[in-house]
């Protein structure tokens, strides 16, 4: 085998090393991600300029590029915490947030990569302790639900504001009570939707009392007012009236005149 010239071993030298540094100075960051330069013979951490975007990077070999998740992320949460009363509460929840991404540098350097156990996650249980301890287990099995959900959002974001990290939704996805708390929830619900129908069938029936009362008394009004509206003249008028209707029909009859009381025509039919 031929000795390779001496000019020969240099350049293979060389191309393996143009090789070595542009694999360590080539970075590609996928969709969805940012990059943070840190600079080994410069200031550090690159904070004065935007992060670095998608796609293909050079960068010196010596430099180092710390890539973040910058979507929307998900964490879900199962926290024990105490109500008003010192009961125990199991509350499992998400939280939807991301990094704040021109101030990406600034949590690189405060916080790093660990950002979601460092600060997230101490936040969310500190602010479900505290508006969870406001709260007795009634209000937590009843329709104060979303208030909750949003106090707990409100009070983490305020942790979160100071910290680069974006908080945009709280999600309470399950309240877990004790059995017997739960058990006498119901209970005391059910017994005050029994006693708001018992109420109910009280009032219909004394609105009922009510109309027919007032049915017979208009009744017994008209009835008084009718009566003494009615003269003899009146009645006499009245059958005479009645007399001729009945005369004009063509059923046989025998009409005595003047026969009943008050001189009143008396009718005999056939039957």
């Known amino acids: 085998m031929e000795k390779l010239p001496k000019i020969g071993l240099p350049i293979i030298i060389g191309v393996i090393l143009l090789v070595f540094l542009f694999a360590k100075s080539a ?4 969709s969805g991600e ?11 951490v690159v904070i004065d300029e935007p992060p670095m975007g998608e796609g293909f990077h050079i960068v010196a070999p010596w ?10 992320q998900e964490l879900f949460e199962k926290m024990k915490v105490l109500s008003s009363n010192g009961l125990e509460i199991q509350i499992d929840a998400s939280a939807w947030y991301e990094p704040v991404y021109n101030q990406l540098g600034n949590l690189h350097q405060s916080l790093g990569q660990g950002y979601l156990q460092r600060v997230i996650q101490p936040a969310i249980r500190s602010a479900a302790r505290s508006v969870i301890g406001r709260y007795t287990p009634d209000d937590l099995y009843g329709d104060k639900r979303d208030a909750i959900q949003d106090e707990i ?10 910290q680069y990290v974006q908080l945009n939704e709280i999600l309470i996805r399950d309240i877990t009570l004790p059995k017997t ?6 209970r005391k619900l059910n017994q005050e939707q029994e006693s708001l129908e018992y109420e109910f069938r009280l009032v219909t029936a004394a609105k009922e009392a009510e109309k027919v009362i007032i049915e017979a008394k208009g009744k017994a009004e008209s009835n008084r007012i009718l009566s003494a509206s009615l003269t003899d003249k009146i009645l006499q008028d009245k059958g005479i009236e009645a007399t001729v209707k009945l005369a004009e ?3 046989s009859k025998i009409i005595v005149i003047g026969s009943g009381d008050s001189g009143m025509p008396i009718i005999l039919g056939n039957q």
């Open 249 to 251: 029909s063509p059923n």
């Open 34 to 44: 940012a990059g943070v330069l840190f600079e080994t013979f410069g200031d550090g």
């Open 63 to 72: 430099n180092k590029v710390y890539v973040y998740e910058v979507r929307q």
């Open 181 to 186: 708390i739960k058990d006498a929830i119901e």
């Open 27 to 30: 970075v590609t960051i996928d």
């Open 153 to 162: 959002y409100v009070e983490t974001k305020k942790i979160l504001d100071k």
